[in-house]
């Protein structure tokens, strides 16, 4: 019994890594897919938020800094609200938020144009998109970091498997075997002896 519990776990353990060794590519080939449109996104950010600077420095020549002070100082016209979505990759739970568009039409900005100004306006709508982007990557951001440590846990967890667990587990069940395999020869041992005598006394008789 102790040697049939010994394989049996054994033999779970061994399925145990591998399943884990296949969620633990399976998260890999997610993570490097999704590294590099991250790293495009920050790209895209960078060029969107440099856009973004220079419409503003050219809106304050054009207008003025104290014009730029009260459009600043000026209460939001709206609270940005985002939408979680439940997401899983491969059973694992990713943070996630529904696509959104920051960018607004000037007369949702809560200012008139005549009396902003184009290049205000235009230096609104380069930082609307800038955010726009910065919203999407950094749900894209935070799924990577979630499968880059699903994929150390995982990994953890197979090492601890292919290293201490199963050659523990190896160890226990050869030692059992040999165990019963000692007990064995004795046994056959025994039984000689028992034969060998029955044999002596049979022949003494005749």
Known sequence: MALLTGRARLEMARQGQSLL???RDALLREFYREVPVVFASHAELEVAMSGARLALEEAGVRLGPDVLAAAAAAPPGRAVQVE???VTVLGLAVP????LDLVRTPDARGRAVAASGPALELAAL??????????RLATMEA????????IRRTRSRVNALRTRIIPRLEADTRAIELVL????????????????RREA??????
Not at 96 to 99: D, H, K, L, T
Request: hydrophobic content about 35%; aromatic content about 4%; charged content about 45%.
């Open 181 to 196: 395999e000692q007990r064995e020869r004795e046994d056959r041992f025994r039984l000689k002896r028992v034969k060998s």
């Open 96 to 99: 996630a938020v529904a696509p």
């Open 84 to 86: 979680l979505l439940p």
């Open 126 to 135: 380069r930082f609307e998109e800038a955010m726009t982007t910065a919203v």
């Open 201 to 206: 006394r049979t022949a003494a008789r005749t």
């Open 21 to 23: 060794e296949q969620k």
């Open 143 to 150: 799924r990577v970091r979630r499968l880059a440590r699903e």
